[in-house]
């Protein structure tokens, strides 16, 4: 015969009775849920899978995928099987993003912030086949540059890139072509070095070849000759210094101070699968974000960049510039502390601010990436994630201070003093003499 087990309320126990009762086994709870990071011991509290495949290209601004994965910080918010990959180009970043996890791909990466767009919206798939995806941080502001070759040295080429006219067009003139590299059609190299010679008068579709090489390669292309001049992030452009092969012509934070970069980008299929995952991989990253940003971590994070694992490159190629220190490498142009250091959480770089997301689809409607009055708004409704970043931010405890009240930071002012008001991206590009789209 079976027992009926008694309820307290059968008991007449008194809360207090049960409680001292029970005292043993919560604290045999709460013992057990110390050892168990971010309450994964209540299975229904925890990330629902204990890992992700994210990848990265060998770039400073994946600081922060290196910092969480060195450090224990997946792991410590319950996701210690995250897998950080290295990806040999942002085309096969593209590619294994398509493929997903299931497909032998990856779920999210370091990424290009306009890639997430051009893949929702077919725009650089195969056949055109849309794969949605969801923005849910930014990674960086600053510190991309745009390299010359040595042979143009004795121009001092700066922010204005004018001075290259001429030159190019003599090269034109005897029959070569004066090559500009970037990294991904239609991503931020490709708008940062379009924006900069177009700003000079120069056409980058009619006045130069534009070529995409894989960021961890541009040094050596130079060397041998491919190409005039590239945009890349750190550290390729202090290493093509230190190796007395180009210079610097301008830090793209003198072209747009405090600009977005690369972004935390992850298949929406597998955030909607897995949105406790999702949160646990951004709080993670957001810790690490703050962790890599400090003055006083910089030379131990420039040791973590630089592992073979990684970046793999000499620390010294990287230390410099992210501590602030920039040698441009032409004239003797050394910055102290530039205000264009790579930002990983100050001035709310981690914060996925929607007007942002809409320069860059409105430049990309400028060079004909997608079709002239299509709906940039709509599209960044669906990909910008920032209600995740918000709740994200809460749960971490991040000050209000350091978390935007407005989804936009208004109008952003150019060095060729170009006004991008996101109320009106019309007008912004009615304004620009090259384009590639009538307004």
């Known amino acids: ?23 043993s086994t919560a604290a045999l709870l709460a013992a057990a849920k110390l050892n168990f990071p971010a309450g994964a011991f209540a299975q229904d509290a925890g990330p629902e899978v204990k890992g992700a495949k994210l990848g990265f290209i060998a770039l400073s601004d994946a600081g922060p995928l290196f910092v969480a994965k ?9 996701m210690p099987d995250v897998d950080v990959q290295k990806q040999a180009s942002w085309g096969t970043t593209r590619d294994n993003l398509v493929l997903g996890s299931e497909g032998n791909g990856i779920d999210g990466a370091h990424i290009l912030t306009p890639m997430p767009y051009l893949i929702s919206a077919g725009k650089v798939t195969q056949n055109n086949q849309p794969t949605p995806m969801y923005i849910l941080a930014r990674l960086n502001l600053d510190a991309q540059c745009i390299s010359v070759a040595k042979e143009y040295a004795d121009l001092k080429v700066g922010a204005d890139a004018s001075v290259l006219k001429a030159a190019f067009e003599k090269k034109k003139a005897e029959g070569k072509s004066a090559k500009v590299a970037m990294t991904f059609p239609g991503g931020t190299h490709d708008l940062w070095v379009r924006y900069w010679l177009a700003a000079g008068g120069i056409d980058p579709d009619k006045d130069v070849e534009t070529i995409t090489v894989p960021p961890p390669q541009m040094v050596a292309n130079m060397k041998v000759g491919t190409m005039d001049a590239f945009c890349v992030g750190e550290p390729w452009p202090g290493q093509l210094v230190h190796q007395g092969i180009g210079y610097t012509a301008v830090n793209t934070g003198e072209i747009w101070s405090k600009h977005p970069e690369k972004s935390l980008g992850m298949r929406a299929a597998w955030v909607d699968k897995n949105p406790k995952a999702a949160k646990a991989i951004l709080m ?15 030379e131990e994070l420039a040791t973590i960049m630089g592992k073979r694992q990684w970046i793999n490159c000499p620390v010294e190629d990287i230390a410099d510039r992210a501590k602030g220190k920039f040698d441009y490498g032409n004239a003797g142009k050394v910055v102290e502390n530039s205000p264009h250091i790579m930002k990983y959480w100050r001035d709310h770089a981690s914060y996925p601010f929607q007007s942002h997301d809409l320069w860059f ?37 991040v000050a209000s201070s350091d978390i935007p009240a407005s989804t936009s930071r208004g109008k952003e002012t150019f060095f060729d003093g170009k006004v991008f008001d996101p109320e009106n991206p019309a ?13």
């Open 284 to 298: 993670a990253i957001m810790e690490a974000q703050q962790w890599a940003d400090k003055m006083e971590n910089k």
């Open 1 to 23: 015969m079976t027992k009926r087990i008694r309820r307290p309320s059968d008991t007449g126990l008194s809360r207090r009775q049960l409680l001292k009762a029970t005292g």
């Open 361 to 397: 689809m409105t430049e990309d409607i400028r060079w004909g990436k997608y079709e002239a009055g299509f709906d940039s708004k709509a599209l960044i409704a669906k990909v910008n994630r920032e209600d995740l970043w918000k709740d994200a931010a809460k749960t971490l405890g």
């Open 427 to 439: 007008a912004y590009l009615k304004s620009l003499a090259i384009k590639r789209v009538e307004v």
């Open 70 to 78: 060195d450090k224990g910080l997946f792991a410590k918010y319950g």
